[in-house]
């Protein structure tokens, strides 16, 4: 279903540890799975205003767009900022098994939620066999 992910998700985590920032945008927490007929991702954005998050699909690539921003006024002198903020970007390459004509996105409680259901070609069927003729077989659904 998943066919790969940000390969430098990893790299970038260990040099914003180091460094304490990096150049590109931050990426987000991610849990996936299939459920049913359905594939399902959370993404993880506390703090993040539903109205920032920008989802769009093009060619089978899925691109999750949000920003977090300081929650401080900008007079404010900022005593400890430890939470990230800025620009967050996830991209996910879906298979040809899923079909991105119908995702359903619902954001809750910080977690961003998709729905990507099995395109119905994907899904398994049975092959029904009937008696006599072995030419004459039959697909049912």
């Known amino acids: 279903m998943l066919m790969r992910t ?3 998700r990893e790299f970038d985590r260990l ?6 920032s990096t150049a590109r945008p931050a990426a987000m927490a ?3 799975y299939r ?3 359905d594939f399902v991702v959370h993404f993880d954005l506390p703090g ?3 109205e920032s998050i920008d989802l769009d699909v093009e060619r089978n690539v899925l691109n999750v767009r949000a920003e977090r921003r300081l929650p401080a006024p900008e ?3 900022m005593i400890v900022a430890e939470r990230p903020t800025g620009s967050f970007t996830r991209q996910l390459f879906l298979g040809d098994t899923l079909d991105t ?4 996105a ?3 409680a910080g977690v961003l939620t998709l729905r990507i259901p099995v395109a119905e070609q994907a899904k398994p069927r049975r092959i029904r066999i009937t008696g006599g003729d072995s030419d004459r077989k039959q697909i049912s659904r």
């Open 6 to 8: 940000d390969p430098f």
């Open 15 to 20: 040099t914003q540890q180091v460094f304490g």
């Open 30 to 32: 991610m849990d996936a």
């Open 35 to 37: 459920s049913g007929d």
């Open 48 to 50: 993040v205003d539903p």
């Open 75 to 77: 007079d404010a002198e």
């Open 101 to 104: 004509e119908r995702i359903d």
């Open 106 to 108: 619902s954001y809750d």
